[in-house]
């Protein structure tokens, strides 16, 4: 097995683990939303979650990228100039999922859980579920004064860290809120910090692959020279 042929198989086991990553992270806050009132659009965690970035971007747009360098490491028709081209070229869709996996969190980062961003009781039918405003993502502010503010969503500030869970546990009471909404915005910030991540991991990998499948088939593999005495 030549160096190009061993960096393809360690590229397509790792895309294959932060596909399935990718995949979860998803799936994550949807269980989440679902457990929590068992109904999926009622009191959605976010609107974003539902654009699919890991299931499409971060997942199945790397899947095929993922079959194919781990199929070049094979004896098979794949092991050859023609299968390390093919690797390469198959992760331009992947660097593609992964660029829209990164824009639409990064994009959700900015605006914050549902709850921040359209108030209490908000459903899917609130969420505007437009390509365009993606394209505002440059003049987007992504300082997290959501989650860092102490939680001063829908017109409703809880108290500091410092104080104890039972004047939280009033205040929920006091103002008639579901004290779970108190953690959407932690589950909103680890499903798309994490797929964001994974995206440029994504990115970064495919990137390599295309070099090293390029170079796979400029020289060749080592399918041609089995059988030859050493």
């Not at 993606?134 to 992504?142: F, T």
């Not at 798309?192 to 390599?208: K, T």
């Amino acid at each position: 097995m030549s160096c190009c042929e061993g960096f393809t198989s360690c590229n397509g086991f790792f895309l294959m683990a932060l596909s399935i990553l990718a995949i979860c992270l998803n799936l994550l806050p949807l269980v989440i939303n679902y457990a929590m009132d068992s109904n999926l659009f009622v009191n959605a965690i976010s609107c974003y979650e539902w654009w699919l970035p890991g299931v499409i971007g971060g997942g199945i747009l790397v899947l095929p990228a993922v079959a194919m360098s781990l199929a070049a490491k094979k004896g098979g028709s794949c092991n050859s100039r023609t299968g390390m081209l093919m690797s390469a070229v198959l992760c331009l869709p992947s660097i593609i999922g992964a660029i829209y996996c990164v824009l639409i969190s990064l994009y959700a980062l900015g605006k914050g859980p549902l709850i921040c961003e359209k108030g209490s009781g908000a459903s899917l039918s609130s969420c505007d579920f437009t390509i365009s405003n993606i394209s505002s993502l440059a003049n987007l502010n992504l300082n997290l004064d959501w989650y860092l503010n102490n939680g001063s969503c829908d017109g409703v500030s809880l108290p500091p860290d410092s104080e104890t869970n039972s004047s939280l546990l009033n205040l929920a009471e006091n103002l008639d809120i579901d004290l779970d909404a108190a953690n959407l915005k932690n589950y909103h910030l680890v499903t798309f910090v994490g797929l964001s991540v994974i995206g440029l991991l994504e990115i970064i990998v495919s990137a390599l692959q295309i070099v090293a499948g390029a170079f796979g088939c400029l020289c060749g593999t080592s399918k041609r020279r089995r059988g030859q005495p050493m």
